[in-house]
């Protein structure tokens, strides 16, 4: 279950940082052009990635010592 949740973490690390870098860029440049139902699909398919890239790597890395 470790495995299963520490994913899952690292994937709302990946939707946070996507919207977060988002709002930096359209603080300092100006609008982006993105809708509001665009950029929660685009920050969920990050998210999603993230959780699976996390899920399949963790283990390598563990194996490794390098976490």
Do not use: C, D, H, Y
């Amino acid at each position: 279950m470790t495995g299963i949740r520490s994913a899952a973490l690292w994937g709302v690390v990946g939707i946070l940082s996507f919207l977060v870098l988002l709002q930096g860029v359209r603080l300092f440049v100006g609008p982006v052009g993105i809708g509001i139902v665009p950029t929660v699909a685009i920050a969920f398919a990050i998210g999603g990635f993230v959780t699976v890239l996390s899920f399949v790597l963790e283990p390598r890395l563990a194996s490794k010592e390098r976490n």
